[in-house]
């Protein structure tokens, strides 16, 4: 079957710290990979995105790759800014269907 | 343009009560999917509909049910309402099937039931 596995949270760091979220997944066939950002009171927002191995997703300083001998897709970001603070939910999308499989979201906290 | 519209925003329902949530997907997008999201989850997927007809149903039951419109506009009814249908729907829209479209995504609509 296909399902998304990311690290629990809350994570909280300090301003200019160094992000690693952990995603992993298991799918049928190639997905694509997709990490979303839901802001507070907002809907979910497409960050980045990887179609095929070895691609690497990136937006806003945030990067991620494709990975496909470890099944993973780990987002990261060198220097995270309060403004940073969210929810982000790693995604798969199955080359047989357009149903979207999320993970279950990692709270980010950014301090000053 | 206009993003993922969706209405209402929040809805407050009792028990056994009827709803419907619609949604109006970016202009010439095709497809449109539903998701709950329960507070601290993930979203979940409900239904795809493409070109009016479903093309995907989640693992839900037959309370909930959708349509799609001729202007691509969809509407999700849900039936019987239960305490533990309180959550987030979030409509989501994309351009077409390949599995590279990113799916964008409405404000959602709040659906408290008590």
């Known amino acids: 079957g296909n399902s998304v596995t990311q690290m629990e949270g809350p994570v909280t760091l300090s301003e200019e710290a160094f992000l690693t979220i952990n995603c992993t997944y298991t799918a049928t066939g190639y997905p694509s990979l997709f990490w979303y950002v839901q802001y507070p009171g907002e809907g979910l927002q497409l960050l980045l995105k990887a179609t095929k191995a070895d691609d690497k997703g990136s937006n806003k300083g945030f990067e991620a790759t494709y990975r496909k001998e470890t099944t993973s897709f780990h987002l990261e970001k060198g220097s995270v800014q309060v403004s940073d603070s969210a929810v982000y939910f790693c995604?798969?999308?199955?080359?047989?269907?357009?149903?979207?499989?999320f993970g279950t979201g990692t709270s980010l906290t950014v301090i000053p | 343009d206009a993003g993922v519209t969706q209405s209402p925003t929040h809805l407050i329902k009792t028990r056994g009560q009827h709803v419907t949530l619609r949604c109006s997907p970016i202009s010439g997008h095709k497809s449109v999917s539903w998701y709950q999201q329960v507070l601290g989850q993930g979203p979940q997927f409900i239904f795809q509909y493409y070109e009016k007809e479903e093309r995907g149903r989640g693992n839900f039951p037959d309370r909930f049910s959708a349509r799609q419109f001729p202007n691509y506009s969809s509407e999700l009814n849900v039936n019987a309402l239960l305490l533990g249908d309180s959550a987030l729907y979030l409509c989501?829209?994309?351009?077409?099937?390949?599995?590279?479209?990113?799916?964008?995504f409405g404000p959602g609509t709040r659906l408290t039931v008590l």
């Open positions: 989501a829209s994309t351009s077409g099937l390949a599995s590279y479209n990113e799916q964008f």
């Open positions: 995604a798969l999308n199955p080359r047989d269907g357009n149903q979207f499989y």
